[in-house]
C-alpha cells in the first residue's frame, strides 16, 4: 500500500490545517485508519484512528482540538486541526490497519510547524 499525507505547513499557534491522507495499492479489507506523529527527538506516536464504522479515538493530548474523518470510497483520511500548538510541531504520518494488524511501513509524511 502507498500511502501519502499533504496539507502540513508553518501555522501560528491557535491556527489550523486540515490534513489528507490518500491510500493506494493494497486497499482490500482496511479496517480502520490513522494518523501518527513524530516530533524531532521523539518516537512517533499515535495521534487518532477511525475504523470502518467509524468510531474514533484520540491521544489525549488532541482531543477536543483535533477531529479524524474518512472517505471510505477515496480510501482517504483526513485530520482538522484546531488551536495548534507549538507542541503539535512534527511530522505527520498516516497509516491503515488490516484487520487487527497496522501496516508495517510508513509512507512521506507531512510536516506541520507551529510557531510565531
Known amino acids: 500500500v502507498q500511502l501519502q499525507a499533504s496539507g502540513g505547513g508553518l501555522v501560528q499557534p491557535g491556527g489550523s490545517l486540515r490534513l489528507s491522507c490518500a491510500a493506494s495499492?493494497?486497499?482490500?479489507?482496511?479496517?480502520?485508519m490513522g494518523w501518527y506523529r513524530q516530533a524531532p527527538g521523539k518516537q512517533r506516536e499515535s495521534v487518532a484512528t477511525i475504523n470502518s464504522g467509524g468510531s474514533t479515538n484520540y491521544a489525549d493530548s488532541v482531543k477536543g482540538r483535533f477531529t479524524i474523518s474518512r472517505d471510505n470510497a477515496k480510501i482517504t483520511v483526513y485530520l482538522q486541526m484546531h488551536s495548534l500548538k507549538p507542541e503539535d510541531t512534527a511530522v505527520y504520518y498516516c497509516?491503515?490497519?488490516?484487520?487487527?494488524?497496522?501496516?508495517?511501513?510508513w509512507g512521506q509524511g507531512t510536516q506541520v510547524t507551529v510557531s510565531s
Open positions: 495499492g493494497n486497499n482490500f479489507g482496511i479496517s480502520a
Open positions: 497509516n491503515v490497519r488490516y484487520g487487527s494488524t497496522w501496516y508495517n511501513g
